[in-house]
Structures are given as C-alpha cells and as structure tokens.
C-alpha cells in the first residue's frame, strides 16, 4: 500500500492528536484539521521536527462554508486515507436538557459532516476511517442524541459498503481510550493506535475496541 496523505478531522487534541503523530512516524504527510490554530500549529511543528510532514487547516465542521474549504483543501493535497475522527463528546443529559441548537450541532458534526466530506472527495479517496464509539453498537441511559448521530454513522457506512466504491471504510468502534496520563478506566494509547493502523493495513470493515474490565 503506497503511503498516501492523510486528512485527520479533530486533530488539534486527543485521539486526533495521538493518530496525526502516529501515521506521521509511520510515513504519511499529515493535513491537520481543527478550530483551535494554535494547537494545530503545535502539532505540526512537533511532526516536522521528526522529520515528517504536516500542514494544517483550520475549519468548524458546524460551519458550511468552513466545510467546504476543508473539502477543497483536501482535494487540493490529494488526501487519500480520511480519519473522520472530529465529534462533539457526549455530554451524558436526558434529550430534555437539549436545546434546538444543541440537537442540531451534535448531528451536524458526528454525522453530516462525515457523510459530506466522504461524498466530496469520493473519486480521490483509497480509505475512509470512521472513529465511531461502543455507543454505536449500544443503546444506553442518557446518550439518545449522542447515539442517534453514532448509529446513523453506523448505518450509513455499512450501507456505504454495499455499494459500487473505489476505496475501503473502517469503522472503530473503542471505549474510553486513554488519550492524557491521568484518565482512569481507559484503554493503553499505543494499543488503539497499533490496532487501528494493523486493521487499516489489513482493510478490515469493523474494528471494536472494548477496553471493559
């Protein structure tokens, strides 16, 4: 498999951060994305010092016109392996507690912006990695609209799958992953991102990652 380019959504921290690093060191150019510039400029000095490659872009997929120049930056760089890893974190509050806004950010950047940054660059693309969550497969207390935007992520790449495409899609499905020192009751880093690259490589559909004791 040739080492294409890489666009990793959220990666101005956790996951996204530790993914970005990790692809750099394995010999992919990086196209950082996130809100935060500041952070990404970190990232990218930090994956350049080691030798490695990495420009960023900044874009809020809430914003449709941000969604497009993200879009048009990654044609622009021909990115051939898209980690659809930016998401809003599930705040664990009844659907009671959402405002209008709320409901409609949450399935704006979980799930719309995936589905439309997929049928952007459709034609370019050799993978898709969709970082889902066990609350895709899981229906739980106080996560209705946190898993209405990860089950319909769900459905939509399996559906995808069954379709005429030129290129693979990975869905991950992990626990809570232990992405600073201090997180308790999480998954080893080193090992999410070993698994996530190995099934990557093996052009695996599915990969759930339950670190539950």
């Known amino acids: 498999m040739s080492l294409g380019?890489?666009?990793?959504?959220?990666s101005s921290s956790g996951l996204g951060n530790h993914l970005a690093v990790y692809y750099s060191e394995k010999g992919h150019e990086i196209l950082l994305h996130?809100?935060?510039?500041?952070?990404l400029i970190q990232i990218q000095k930090k994956?350049?010092?080691?030798g490695e490659k990495a420009k960023y872009i900044v874009a809020d997929l809430n914003n449709e016109e941000d969604l497009k120049l993200l879009c048009s930056k990654a044609k622009q760089e021909n990115i051939k392996i898209l980690i659809n890893n930016a998401g809003i974190i599930c705040p664990g509050l009844p659907l009671k507690d959402f405002s209008y806004e709320k409901i409609e950010s949450m399935i704006k950047v979980n799930l719309i912006a995936p589905i439309k940054i997929i049928n952007n660059l459709v034609n370019i693309l050799d993978h898709v990695?969709?970082?889902?969550s066990m609350v895709g497969m899981e229906p739980k207390k106080n996560r209705s609209l946190y898993a209405a935007s990860k089950w319909g992520l769900r459905g939509f790449s399996e559906s995808l799958l069954k379709e005429e495409?030129?290129?693979?899609?990975?869905?991950?499905y992990p626990t809570n992953i232990q992405t600073?020192?201090?997180?308790?009751?999480?998954m080893d880093i080193h090992f999410v991102l070993k698994s996530i690259y190995a099934s990557m490589i093996n052009n695996d559909k599915?990969?759930?990652?339950d670190g539950r004791k």
Do not use: Y
């Open 5 to 10: 380019k890489v666009l990793i959504t959220g």
């Open 34 to 39: 996130g809100r935060n510039e500041k952070k």
């Open 206 to 209: 599915q990969l759930i990652l």
């Open 180 to 186: 600073w020192p201090e997180r308790e009751n999480a």
């Open 165 to 172: 495409i030129s290129f693979k899609v990975l869905d991950v």
């Open 47 to 50: 994956i350049n010092e080691n």
């Open 129 to 132: 990695i969709n970082i889902n």
